[in-house]
Each structure stands twice: as structure tokens, then as C-alpha cells.
């Protein structure tokens, strides 16, 4: 059986999402990881949509239904953290609630990004009642990346190199949680 995997740019259109100091919107950083993260993704054999991939505004109850309608197993939402004070730093993986499967597959994909990036993890893993968490009908994750409010962390997230290396860790740490052995580097297939 072939896994179906929803991706979920956070923001677009009207909505941009955090800005950053240098300008950098959120809206964009997460579109362009998540078209890598779903090249990554297919490249494992492993099916993939959207719920956009322009710059447009999405309702987060309409993010749901694409994902429901589509019977996804997984639902991957990807977004930029902000703070206020420009010190706050890191990386944070959310599922709806502990104890499930959206938990165990959270988990595998904050130490994949935490150990691809060098970033700071901020916890193993947390919960919260977002509403794609909340209204997707499969499992559902939430990463935020890094903190676009922080200058040197929104350096990185405008960076496509760096940007690469995030979705390759999602998808590692996806590719672990289903047992695939990721053959996400084109240079050592063998
Ligand atoms: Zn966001």
C-alpha cells in the first residue's frame, strides 16, 4: 500500500504569515519547502498533494476538507515561528494530542530537523488544538521550521540550500516513522 501524504503551506495570498526583520514572509519560506519536501516525498515512491501550491489564501477549514476529501494518511503542516523578542530561536513539532500516532510521527520529524540543521529543539514534541490539527480527519503534524522574527534564523529560512535540508529532514523523519528507507539523494541510488 502506497501512503498518501498531505502537505500544507502555511499562509499565502492576503495572508503572509510572520515577516521578518529583513522583510522575508512566511507565506513563502513554507511553499518553497513544501514543493521540495514533495518532490522529496514522491522520489519515495510515496503519493502527495497539496493544499496549495501559488500564492493563495487558503481557509484553514478548507485546508481540512482537501486533506479529508483526499483521504490522506498524513497531514504535514509546514509554517515559521515568531516571537517577539528577536532572541527566540529553534525548532517545534506539534501534533493534536499525545499518545497517538500523529505524536510518534511528530517526534521522528523534530529530531530529524534538529539533527539535520543544528538548530536548538525547543521540546521533543507539543500538542495544541490548531485547527488543521483539529479538523484533519488522519494523523497531523505541524512544524515550525525556525523563527523567521529571529535575524539569524531568518537568514537561514531564505536560504534555498538551508530550505532543502529542512524538507530532506521531513522527509527523513517521515520515511523513518513508515519504516521507508529514504532514497531521497539522488547521487547515492544505487
Ligand atoms: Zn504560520
Request: aromatic residues 8%; positive net charge; charged residues 25%.
Amino acid at each position: 500500500m502506497a501512503y498518501k501524504v498531505i502537505i500544507d503551506p502555511g499562509h499565502g495570498g492576503k495572508d503572509c504569515g510572520a515577516i521578518g526583520p529583513t522583510g522575508l514572509k512566511e507565506k513563502d519560506v513554507t511553499l518553497a519547502i513544501a514543493k521540495k519536501l514533495g518532490e522529496l516525498l514522491k522520489a519515495n515512491g510515496i503519493y502527495v498533494n497539496y493544499t496549495r501550491t501559488t500564492d493563495v489564501f487558503v481557509e484553514l477549514d478548507d485546508r481540512a476538507a482537501i486533506a479529508n476529501r483526499w483521504k490522506a494518511n498524513y497531514f504535514i503542516s509546514i509554517h515559521c515561528n515568531a516571537a517577539t523578542a528577536r532572541s527566540a530561536h529553534g525548532v517545534e513539532t506539534y501534533c493534536f494530542a499525545f499518545g497517538d500516532e500523529g505524536e510518534k510521527l511528530a517526534r521522528k520529524i523534530q529530531s530529524a530537523v534538529v539533527g539535520a540543521t543544528g538548530l536548538t529543539s525547543r521540546a521533543d514534541v507539543k500538542s495544541a488544538n490548531f485547527a488543521v490539527l483539529r479538523k484533519t480527519l488522519m494523523h497531523a503534524v505541524l512544524i515550525e521550521t525556525a523563527f523567521i522574527s529571529n535575524p539569524a534564523e531568518e537568514k537561514l529560512l531564505k536560504d534555498a540550500t538551508f530550505q532543502e535540508k529542512v524538507a530532506k529532514a521531513i522527509c527523513d523523519g517521515i520515511c523513518e516513522y513508515l519504516g521507508i528507507k529514504p532514497k531521497s539523494d539522488n547521487k547515492e541510488e544505487v
